[in-house]
């Protein structure tokens, strides 16, 4: 009985934290299939470090202390970030953010199959040894493969000639925290220091997301527009994405909770086709853009059949919500007067009939 509650535990609570982290991405531009792929992966990437750690103790390459130390945590970062290497060269791939979502669910997938390797061994100690392992092994799985993700979506937008130290950048120090952490629990230090670190890399994490989402809300806000057929109504919306439960309330009251379900994918869709009109400006790869662009069109596609499914009627109260602040015309006026040549100043009309009623010399 034991046994099976901590395997519960050992499932459930890791599961728990990937889908804190996948709903903190409020643009939902990681895609659910690649996130059980990274599962799945990860579960892989756990059986494949498991028979090489076997055979490279079995044959004494390494003891077992330098393998638990140093070898295990190098073999285990490589082997999780493998499958991330090829989502980031996706065209649906879009920035760091889904990295360390994708990342986390590749160390999610092989902490819980290493729990299960933990629990069924110590059937006695099952339940304590599996709550130890969630809050601190599991997050250190986690955190290591997110930072190879958020590092290899930061190396495919990069321009620099050295962008290839991001992504050696990140999977070091996904080995750094994971043998530092491995060092920390067979030094048999207090065990809080492991918690401590576990925590740390959790809250780098966090913070990479949100610093990420911030600079996509910028650049929905500069990319999202009329060439997209979306009016200024609902941009504005989109850049409240965070809040939009509680602007679609009177709509979900007015016209039922799954006409405002289907208008809230209907903006996330534009927030998404924001997102990748930067995308395909940044991309260095000349495949990566073309695949890019065709997705861009495969979105306006799915954008125009949701537009019809929300229907005409709803779309207008939608566009209401935020209306137009200026009239198209005054728009146009700012636009011309800000790019008029200043130095042209005071040689309009009246300067002009100044000098001429001015007495000339005799």
Not at 70 to 88: D, I, M, N, R
Not at 311 to 319: D, V
């Amino acid at each position: 009985m034991a046994s099976a509650i901590a395997l519960i535990i050992a499932t459930l609570i890791p599961l728990l934290f990937l889908y804190v982290v996948y709903i903190m991405d409020m643009y939902h531009t990681g895609s659910f299939h690649s996130i059980f792929f990274c599962i799945t992966w990860g579960a892989l990437a756990y059986f494949l470090a498991f028979l090489l750690n076997s055979i490279l103790v079995n044959n004494k390459v390494f003891s077992e202390d330098f393998l638990i130390r140093f070898s295990a945590p190098l073999a285990e970062e490589t082997l999780k970030g493998l499958f991330l290497f090829y989502l980031v060269r996706r065209p649906k791939f879009t920035y760091f953010v889904d990295g360390a979502i994708y990342g986390f669910a590749c160390g999610i997938g092989f902490a819980i199959f290493e729990n299960y390797e933990y629990v069924l061994g110590n059937s006695s100690i099952a339940i304590s040894l599996a709550i130890s392992r969630v809050l601190s092994t599991n997050l250190i799985h986690a955190t290591g493969s997110a930072l190879i993700g958020i590092s290899l979506g930061i190396w495919r937008l990069e321009k620099s000639r050295l962008r290839f130290l991001f992504p050696l950048g990140g999977w070091l120090c996904a080995f750094a925290m994971h043998s530092t952490f491995n060092n920390i629990v067979s030094d048999n230090t207090i065990l809080i220091f492991a918690f401590i670190l576990s925590f740390i890399g959790i809250g780098i994490i966090v913070f990479a997301v949100f610093r990420g989402l911030k600079e996509e809300k910028s650049w929905i806000e500069e990319k999202l527009g009329m060439t997209d057929g979306v009016t200024s109504g609902e941009a504005a919306i989109v850049q409240r994405i965070n809040k939009v439960d509680d602007i679609l309330a009177p709509l979900a009251q007015r016209f039922g909770p799954q006409k405002a379900s289907q208008i809230e994918e209907f903006l996330l869709m534009q927030a998404r086709l924001g997102i990748l009109r930067k995308t395909v400006e940044k991309l260095q790869d000349e495949k990566m853009r073309l695949a890019a662009q065709n997705q861009i069109e495969e979105l306006r596609l799915e954008m125009d059949e949701a537009r019809r499914a929300v229907g005409a009627y709803c779309m207008l109260y939608l566009r209401n919500i935020f209306p137009e602040t200026q009239s198209p015309i005054y728009d146009l006026l700012q636009r011309r007067l800000a790019s008029t040549d200043k130095s042209l100043a005071g040689t309009g009309l009246w300067k002009t009939l100044d000098q001429r009623v001015k007495p000339t010399d005799q």
